[in-house]
């Protein structure tokens, strides 16, 4: 299976001396839901990071479709982030002044790919495909929770980026919006994304093909 993400001896040391990952590698393959668990503190978030780019490791490499991002400029991070990575998070992030088809259009306007006259097509398809194309009209404080991050799920493949990068996703959630979520975060990796999730989620398990334990092995 094609490697997406390699992550090789990588050490996270802040600056009150603090080490919140030590040598930790893992290697994430194409088509697969990954789980990342463990204890508060154990880094599960500062990974999910560093392998987005947002932060940097103090030691250790990491390879994004076998290409190095140690070194690279804030703009090359920028253009990775665009094309190859999607973020879900806990919080949302929705333009709360933005209705639902505008919130996922977002990132297709720093695309140079995809043209003007395609950015509403795709985005409505994408609503359309996670269940809320009704709300595309709708701000984020007239959706539910549930429905707001499928939006944002929405949002996150906006540039069809080969990997997706969910930290905490179903925290705000109730149980059924979290099958909801953990049930279109498996069937990204069915359609040949490569899906990390953060989660203290049980629930994950049932979906995740399999399940990281930082601070503990792999099962």
Request: aromatic share 6%; charged share 25%; net charge neutral.
């Amino acid at each position: 299976m094609e490697k997406t993400v390699e992550v090789k001896k990588v050490v996270k040391i802040y600056k009150n001396e603090a080490k919140v990952l030590n040598d930790v590698s893992f290697e994430f393959e194409k088509g697969k839901f990954y789980a990342i668990m463990g204890r508060s503190g154990a880094g599960k978030s500062t990974l999910l990071n560093i392998i987005g780019t947002i932060d940097n490791a103090t030691e250790g490499e990491v390879y994004i479709n076998g290409n190095n991002i140690n070194g690279l400029t804030e703009k090359e991070k920028a253009k990775l982030r665009m094309k190859n990575l999607g973020f879900v998070f806990q919080g949302f992030y929705l333009n709360p002044y933005l209705n639902a088809l505008e919130n996922v259009i977002v990132p297709m306007r720093i695309n140079p790919e995809i043209s003007k006259k395609e950015r509403k097509k795709l985005a409505e398809n994408l609503l359309e495909k996670f269940g809320v194309k009704e709300l595309a009209d709708s701000l984020p404080s007239q959706m539910s929770g549930g429905e707001q991050q499928r939006v944002c799920i929405a949002r996150a493949l906006a540039n069809n980026p080969d990997i997706i990068l969910a930290d905490e996703p179903t925290g705000n959630l109730d149980e059924e919006n979290e099958k909801i979520v953990f049930s279109n975060l498996k069937l990204l990796a069915e359609q040949g994304h490569t899906v990390i999730a953060v989660s203290h989620n049980e629930g994950v398990k049932e979906y995740a093909d399999e399940v990281i334990v930082l601070n503990g092995k792999s099962v």
